[in-house]
T-cell receptor
Framework: AQSVTQPDIHITVSEGASLELRCNYSYGATPYLFWYVQSPGQGLQLLLKYFSGDTLVQGIKGFEAEFKRSQSSFNLRKPSVHWSDAAEYFC????????????FGTGTRLLVSP | NAGVTQTPKFQVLKTGQSMTLQCAQDMNHEYMSWYRQDPGMGLRLIHYSVGAGITDQGEVPNGYNVSRSTTEDFPLRLLSAAPSQTSVYFCASADGNYGYTFGSGTRLTVV
């Protein structure tokens, strides 16, 4: 069965510090991979996606993610966190053929301390 | 503004009542989906559609009904509301390249 694991429910990072959010997936074939961000009371916004090619992908707002096939991971990173990055982050996977159904992880809530 | 519009934003229902959550998109996307978001469970797919007249079940379809008579609209019907359907509901549409756009959500409480 397809699944996405985000092992950290909450993470607190000091403003200006680096960030890494973990994501592991279980999938029968090579999936497409995504990171979304959700601000309070809002819908989801796509940060970045990986389909193929270079395993380090750049996204919006200074985020990047690295696909590691051997570890079934797609961790999200940012070198310097800003207070406005406080939000909930979701990792998602989808098939590379057929209907584009997304399977989401349970999310990681990022808190940014001054 | 182009995007996905969901109405209403908030709704309180009594157990057993029925209602329809509206979703409309103006991007001419073929794919549309309904998700529910519950604390600690992420987003779970309820129903989806790959085009007008074509719908299918997702992970948690029980108690919900959908139809897609036009490309633009994808309403979600709660047939007989139950407290377990208290949740935040998101509609999303997608182009052919996983370009998902999410609505801002409907917060539903069933008492």
């Amino acid at each position: 069965a397809q699944s996405v694991t985000q092992p950290d429910i909450h993470i607190t990072v000091s403003e200006g510090a680096s960030l890494e959010l973990r994501c592991n997936y279980s999938y029968g074939a090579t999936p497409y991979l995504f990171w979304y961000v959700q601000s309070p009371g809002q819908g989801l916004q796509l940060l970045l996606k990986y389909f193929s090619g270079d395993t380090l992908v750049q996204g919006i707002k200074g985020f990047e993610a690295e696909f590691k096939r051997s570890q079934s991971s797609f961790n999200l990173r940012k070198p310097s966190v800003h207070w406005s990055d406080a939000a909930e982050y979701f990792c998602a996977v989808g098939p590379n053929t057929g209907f584009q159904k997304l399977v989401f992880g349970t999310g990681t809530r990022l808190l940014v301390s001054p | 503004n182009a995007g996905v519009t969901q109405t209403p934003k908030f709704q309180v229902l009594k157990t057993g009542q029925s209602m329809t959550l509206q979703c409309a998109q103006d991007m001419n996307h073929e794919y549309m989906s309904w998700y529910r978001q519950d604390p600690g469970m992420g987003l779970r797919l309820i129903h989806y559609s790959v085009g007008a007249g074509i719908t299918d079940q997702g992970e948690v379809p029980n108690g919900y009904n959908v139809s897609r008579s036009t490309t633009e609209d994808f309403p979600l019907r709660l047939l007989s509301a139950a407290p377990s359907q208290t949740s935040v509901y998101f509609c999303a549409s997608a182009d052919g390249n996983y370009g998902y756009t999410f609505g801002s959500g409907t917060r539903l409480t069933v008492v």
